[in-house]
């Protein structure tokens, strides 16, 4: 499985940003997709996620309300719109996969993805 994310970048405090994620090399529909983050000098933590169908999704406090997360299983790919950016959202962006059955989608933690992204570094400036 490979995952190439892309979108980050160099934004304002209250713009929006887009990231994307393609996923290649299994059958994508498969995977449950989450985001996580990083910031400087921080662990990684996680972000949302949302199962096979796209009908499930969950999301941690600090972002709920302004981030929201989809997926075009005929694309292959996992968006994370974001909006109302604020400074303490700057962090390497990751994209994360685990192939699931469609009930079992509710995963938040970093141990249950075995294929992640590169991530795409988005900096939210005041």
């Known amino acids: 499985v490979q995952l190439q994310a892309s979108g980050g970048g160099l934004v304002k405090a209250g713009d929006s940003l887009r990231l994307s994620c393609v996923f290649s090399?299994?059958?994508?529909?498969?995977?449950?997709m989450a985001w996580f983050r990083q910031a400087p000098g921080k662990e990684r933590e996680f972000v949302t996620v949302i199962s096979r169908s796209g009908s499930n999704t969950y999301y941690t406090d600090t972002v709920k309300g302004r981030f929201t997360i989809s997926r075009d299983n005929a694309k292959n790919t996992v968006y994370l719109r974001m909006t109302s950016l604020q400074p303490e959202d700057t962090a390497v962006y990751f994209c994360?996969?685990?192939?699931?059955?469609?009930?079992?989608?509710?995963?938040?933690?970093?141990?249950?993805?075995?294929?992640w992204g590169q991530g795409t570094q988005v900096t939210v400036s005041s």
């Open positions: 090399g299994r059958t994508f529909s498969r995977n449950t």
């Open positions: 994360a996969a685990v192939s699931t059955i469609s009930s079992n989608w509710f995963k938040t933690r970093e141990e249950d993805f075995p294929y």
